[in-house]
């Protein structure tokens, strides 16, 4: 059993090439099944039926998952048991006709404009790290990156005098352009703070944490979570808040979806609308809220 899952996570890492994210919820779906299997069915994965599938996603349910959550099991499971099937230990995808309802889709939140200058005017720069964050947040908010593509930047990365951003995806890579304040704040940041940060001169790493190496993920959600607070922003913010509401207002000012699509880094256009439908219910919302009539 441990050697399928384990072949199966070396699948989506050398043959796959899927995101650390990607890898870590599917292996996190793979094993909590199981471990389920081992102890409620005292079977091994090759040993599933479609009915021990079922009594799992009911004890999902029982335990208070949401749909999304179920749903994302489901999915996991059926592309392990695909690649169990390809490589010949099984003839049949025990999950290959099961389907979950996977509830309303909530659209994601997103800050208004004036919430955005709000939040990218606490960074303080009087220090290393005030510069650093300002030109952190400017950036995210100018380029729309994932924060994982954010704390993979190299120093290379970035051409100032064109005033871009190449950023490398997992699936799509792009060079991004960035409105003046963004490019203002990185360019003294790089110029002006960064050497005097790194633990090496070798550090290649575009943004690094108060060691002098490379952010991570979690370094730069406590940054965004701490500029929140002094902000006195009540919505609940992540670093893809900063994401969704970059794509929201370049929708509002004119942007066109296939543009849009580029800048994201969508493979499916299907992905971009997502924000076509926020922009609509905003409008509707405005229109429910000002028309004389209604």
Known sequence: MLDLIQAYENYL?????????????????IRQFAVWLHETQQIDVVDVSQQNIAQYLAHLTDEGRTA?????????????YAHVVSSGFLETNPVYDVHVNRGEKKL????????????????????AKGYRDKAMLEVMYAT????????????????????IIKCNGA???????????????????MKDVRSGIISSPAETALFVNVNGIRMSRQGFWKILKHYQATAHIDKEI????????????????????GS????????????TQLYTQMVNQKLKSVYEKCHPKY
């Open 238 to 257: 992540t670093p893809h808040t900063l994401r969704h509401s970059f794509a929201v207002h370049l929708l509002e000012n004119g942007a066109d979806l």
């Open 13 to 29: 890492k050398k043959v796959k090439q899927a995101s650390a994210n990607t890898i870590s919820s599917y292996m996190r779906d």
């Open 260 to 271: 849009l699509q580029e800048l994201m880094g969508h493979s499916d256009i299907s992905s």
């Open 171 to 189: 699936k799509k890579n792009r060079v991004i352009p960035l409105y003046p304040a963004a490019l203002k704040a990185l360019s003294v940041y």
């Open 108 to 127: 994601p939140q997103i800050l208004s404009s004036r919430e955005i200058e709000t939040l990218l005017a606490q960074p303080v720069c009087v220090d």
């Open 144 to 163: 729309g990156i994932r924060v994982t593509e954010l704390i993979s930047l190299d120093v290379d990365d970035v051409n100032l005098e064109l005033g």
């Open 68 to 80: 999304a959550t179920v749903s994302r099991s489901v999915a996991s499971l059926k592309n392990f």
